[in-house]
């Protein structure tokens, strides 16, 4: 199948060495380290598992409505650029 890929710099470059020193295509290099990638994923995936919190509780002074609020308020400046953006 073709298709384009936009690799970084230090990619590309990493591939071509390979390329050159296994005496293979840029294809080829690039094909066999995406697969050793996908193995070695397959291989090691494991899930995440985080401890479940110690401590929730809140300092005085601190009011959670107001961090609330603005972080809604943040989240709605953002939101808005976006849309101004297109994105």
């Given at each position: 199948?073709r298709?384009?890929?936009?690799?970084?710099?230090?990619?590309a470059?990493?591939?071509?060495?390979?390329?050159?020193?296994?005496?293979?295509?840029?294809?080829e290099?690039?094909?066999?380290?995406?697969?050793?990638?996908?193995?070695?994923?397959?291989?090691?995936?494991?899930?995440?598992?985080?401890p479940?919190?110690?401590?929730?509780?809140?300092?005085?002074?601190?009011?959670?409505?107001?961090a609330l609020q603005?972080?809604?308020?943040?989240?709605?400046?953002?939101?808005?650029?976006?849309?101004?953006?297109?994105k």
């Amino acid at each position: 199948m073709r298709t384009t890929v936009t690799l970084d710099p230090d990619v590309a470059a990493r591939l071509k060495e390979t390329a050159r020193d296994r005496g293979i295509s840029f294809k080829e290099a690039l094909n066999s380290s995406v697969r050793r990638g996908f193995e070695r994923g397959e291989a090691q995936a494991k899930p995440y598992k985080l401890p479940p919190p110690q401590n929730l509780e809140v300092k005085p002074g601190v009011n959670l409505v107001k961090a609330l609020q603005l972080a809604g308020e943040i989240e709605d400046a953002e939101t808005i650029r976006k849309m101004r953006l297109g994105k």
